[in-house]
């Protein structure tokens, strides 16, 4: 099983300033034959469901914005909110989608400063 | 607009069973492999299923193998979870999920606004 693991847990951020999110696979997610690292970022936010963000590692979804990138590969990854915004309050979560199970990882609380 | 809609939650005793649709709509159904993700209260998200476009390969997490079922309707545009043998630890929110692609192995990109299973006495 590939284990995901999240940090930090929590991070609170200024309004405007940068927020880091990391996350570290147990084993390579990078598919050899397509040079794709099999990771997607989701944000949720409080009484919703999550919502896609990033896939393929570093791919924005149609729609979230710029603010948002991922950046990473093999083994670990990052999720960057270049200018944090109040409704960027959310928890952040990775996943993995290179094998079964296709685990997330434990999540990112985001708050403002 | 893609729209998954969750029915079928609700409070089921230990060892009981369960059975929860997602109805899907605004999007080719039978093109979009499908998935079932849980979300224990104040806990975070668990992958439960995955299941194919045709239903010809499913995937499930250890903790419901030989307990749970994963199955879908082309024709009624429909994703299916049976849950039998439930557990106190099944309570959660359960989610429908497309995947991207036709395979099991993409990416989440929609998802409903899931359905709370309570395992209770």
């Known amino acids: 099983d590939i284990v995901m693991t999240q940090s930090p847990d929590s991070l609170a951020v200024s309004l405007g300033e940068r927020a880091t999110i990391n996350c570290k696979s147990s084993q390579s997610v990078l598919y050899d034959s397509n040079n794709k690292n099999y990771l997607a970022w989701y944000q949720q936010k409080p009484g919703q469901p999550p919502k896609l963000l990033i896939y393929?590692?570093?791919i924005r979804e149609s729609g979230v914005p710029d603010r948002f990138s991922g950046s990473g590969s093999e083994t670990d990854f990052t999720l960057t909110i270049s200018s944090l915004q109040a409704e960027d309050v959310a928890v952040y979560y990775c996943?993995?989608?290179?094998?079964?199970?296709?685990?997330f990882g434990q999540g990112t609380k985001v708050e403002i400063k | 607009e893609v729209q998954l809609v969750e029915s079928g939650g609700g409070l089921v005793q230990p060892g009981g069973s369960l059975r929860l649709s997602c109805a899907a709509s605004g999007f080719s159904f039978d093109d979009h492999a499908m998935g079932w993700v849980r979300q224990a209260p104040g806990k975070g998200l668990e992958w439960v299923a995955n299941i194919k476009r045709d239903g010809s390969e499913k995937q499930y997490v250890d903790s419901v193998k030989g307990r749970f079922t994963i199955s879908r309707d082309n024709v009624q545009n429909s994703l299916y979870l049976q849950m039998n043998s439930l557990r106190a630890e099944d309570t959660a929110v359960y989610y429908c999920?497309?995947?991207?692609?036709?395979?099991?192995?993409?990416?989440?990109?929609?998802w409903g606004q899931g359905t709370l299973v309570t395992v209770s006495s």
């Open positions: 996943q993995q989608y290179y094998g079964d199970p296709q685990r």
């Open positions: 999920a497309r995947l991207a692609q036709d395979t099991t192995y993409r990416h989440l990109d929609y």
């Open positions: 393929w590692a570093s």
